[in-house]
Each structure stands twice: as structure tokens, then as C-alpha cells.
């Protein structure tokens, strides 16, 4: 038997899927994230290593039955150099196993929309946006959260989050139930401290920060009007992710869009600002056929030749609907 190997590489986590060449899911594996600015080159390589490894010793299988490997890289193709310096830490980690890596949109497109043309934006840690339209596709979005990037992202809707406790603080803004929630579940003394928990204590680090994005979608369900105010603004910074796409590959039909990442599970907070934002396009929102780990399976698939059926999808289907 043939083994295939998917993973989604995220800002954050990564997710690796072992399946058959029938669409049957034989494991699962989650690790941290193998963006290579945030782990390294040496940290890539062992990150994969270990999550190969675990697959082998687990299921009692030799290297060479892993037939293929599609890897999702977040970060991959932002800066054109380093990209060969990528493949070689992937290639270090996989020992062998044949594969083939692209950005992490790729994978997402793939899972969400099972291959039609069509726009997919991811909005977790990070958000950015693909395009595909026959033989031609666009990647939007993704610019580095250092400075300001990332627009509509979890990372992105923190930042708004503690930019509006500051402003609350000072009464630059009026004060709502976010700046006392806030204080309240930090444990804060001085409004400063939030200083020392996010700068100091979290080192600002990129994972930490993006959780709180979480603490805005508690707020919006208790209707606090500036957390709803940022998720408005969060859903116009990704609906010019999707406009910008679709102007410039002048689709000429309806086209299905579809979305993946954490910051769609804030549900209706973002999608229908979204969807308000974006009335004027010939084009149809539709709930994501798969996650982007099974997105890497299918692309794996094509590379192999692996014909994607009803029997496949169906087999890909009783493993996504188990989640």
C-alpha cells in the first residue's frame, strides 16, 4: 500500500494527514508552526522530521510506502530568495519522501473550493487571499503583521483590540466593556500593565498576541460596540483582499468565494459585514468543502495522477465530518 502525506504549515500550527490513495484518512499529527521566519530553517526541518517520524513508528510503515507529500507553507514565496533555502529544510525533514511546496493559500484554495476556480482568503494568525481563474492565479494580502500587515488576520484584530484598550484608557475613546474586561480577566492594577503583560511578559510574541482576537469574539457576543466595531473594520480590510483578486482576473461568470482560518469562526461578526461589503461583485459565498490539510491531500493526488472521484471525496468526507 501507498501512503500520501498532506500538511497545512500555518502561522501558528501545522496539521499533517496521513491517507491512502483511496481518500481514506489512516492519522493525523498537529506541531507547531513551520513558517521559517518564526522557527528557522533548523526548526522547519525538524518540526517535519518528527511528525514523519511519529507517522512511521505509529503506524509501523517504511518511508519509501509514503508515496507523495504536498506541503503548505505559510511564508513560502514572500521573499523570492529564500525560497530554494525552504525546499532544502522540507527535503531535509522528509528524508527522501518525494513532494512538492507552495504558499499555504494554495492548499486552503484547494480544500475550500475542491478545485474550481474561484477566490479563497485565509484570515487565521495571518491573513491572505488566492485567486484562480483557468490558467491564471493571484495571491493578495500576507504583507508581514510588523507593520501593520495582515490586515482582518487574528494577529490584526488583537492589535485592534489593545490599540482600543489604550485609547479607552486615556479617554480618547469612551469607555465600553471591552477596557474593564480587559483589566478585569488580565489582572491589571494600572491600565499600564497591560505593557508589561503583552511587551514584556508574552515578549509580544506573534501566537500569543493573535489569541486575543478570541477575547474580541466574547465581546461581540456580549454586543460590545467597539469589539463589533472592530470586527466591521476587520471584514472591510478582507473584503479589499477578495475585490482586489477579482478585478484583476476580470472574471466574466459568477464565482464561488469561500474562507478558511479561526477568524471565520467568529461567524457572523465577520461574514456578513463581509458579505455587505462585497454585495456589488458577480460572485457567491459557499461554505468550505474541506480544511486546508485535506486541501494538501488533493493537490498531492494531482501530482500522483490520482483521479479525484466520488469515492475519494467521499472517502474525505467521513474524515472531515468526524472533526
Known amino acids: 500500500m501507498s501512503y500520501i502525506l498532506g500538511i497545512d ?11 491512502d490513495e483511496s481518500g481514506r484518512i489512516i492519522d493525523q499529527y498537529k506541531g507547531p508552526t513551520i513558517h ?3 522557527c528557522g530553517y533548523d526548526g522547519l526541518t525538524s518540526t517535519i522530521k518528527e511528525a514523519v517520524d511519529y507517522f512511521i513508528n505509529k503506524q509501523k510503515i517504511h518511508r519509501d510506502e509514503i508515496a507523495y507529500c504536498f506541503v503548505g507553507a505559510a511564508g513560502y514565496g514572500d ?9 532544502q529544510a522540507i527535503a531535509k525533514g522528509l528524508e527522501g519522501i518525494p513532494f512538492a511546496v507552495d504558499n499555504d493559500t494554495f492548499n486552503a484554495h484547494a480544500g475550500a473550493l475542491l ?12 491573513s491572505i487571499g ?5 490558467d491564471q492565479s493571484i495571491i493578495c494580502g500576507g504583507w508581514h503583521h510588523a507593520f501593520g500587515g495582515d490586515e482582518g488576520s487574528a494577529h490584526w484584530i488583537a492589535e485592534n483590540y489593545i490599540q482600543e484598550f489604550t485609547k479607552q484608557s486615556d479617554l480618547r475613546s469612551p469607555r465600553t466593556l471591552l477596557y474593564t474586561y480587559m483589566k478585569d480577566k488580565y489582572n491589571f492594577n494600572n491600565d499600564s500593565d497591560a505593557l508589561q503583560q503583552f511587551i514584556v511578559d508574552w515578549d509580544y510574541d506573534r501566537t500569543k498576541i493573535a489569541s486575543l482576537s478570541k477575547d474580541v469574539y466574547e465581546l461581540a457576543k456580549k454586543k460590545d460596540s ?6 466591521k473594520k476587520a471584514a472591510y480590510e478582507l473584503s479589499l483582499i477578495y475585490r482586489s483578486i477579482y478585478k484583476q482576473l476580470d472574471y466574466q461568470y459568477k464565482i464561488p468565494v469561500s474562507y478558511i482560518g479561526g477568524v471565520f469562526q467568529s461567524k457572523e461578526f465577520i461574514l456578513e459585514p463581509l458579505k455587505e461589503y462585497l454585495h456589488d461583485l458577480n460572485l457567491e459565498f459557499v461554505t468550505p468543502k474541506f480544511s486546508a490539510d485535506i486541501g494538501s491531500l488533493l493537490i498531492a493526488y494531482k501530482y500522483l495522477g490520482i483521479a ?16
Open 226 to 231: 467597539a469589539a463589533l466595531a472592530i470586527f
Open 79 to 87: 521573499i523570492e530568495e529564500d525560497k530554494e533555502f525552504i525546499k
Open 9 to 19: 504549515g500555518g502561522g501558528t500550527k501545522t496539521a499533517y494527514l496521513l491517507a
Open 115 to 126: 478545485g474550481q476556480d474561484g477566490i479563497c482568503v485565509i484570515a487565521g494568525t495571518g
Open 308 to 323: 479525484i472521484d466520488n469515492t475519494l471525496v467521499s472517502n474525505l468526507e467521513t474524515f472531515h465530518n468526524s472533526l
Open 130 to 134: 488566492l485567486g484562480v481563474n483557468k
Open 36 to 38: 521559517y521566519m518564526q
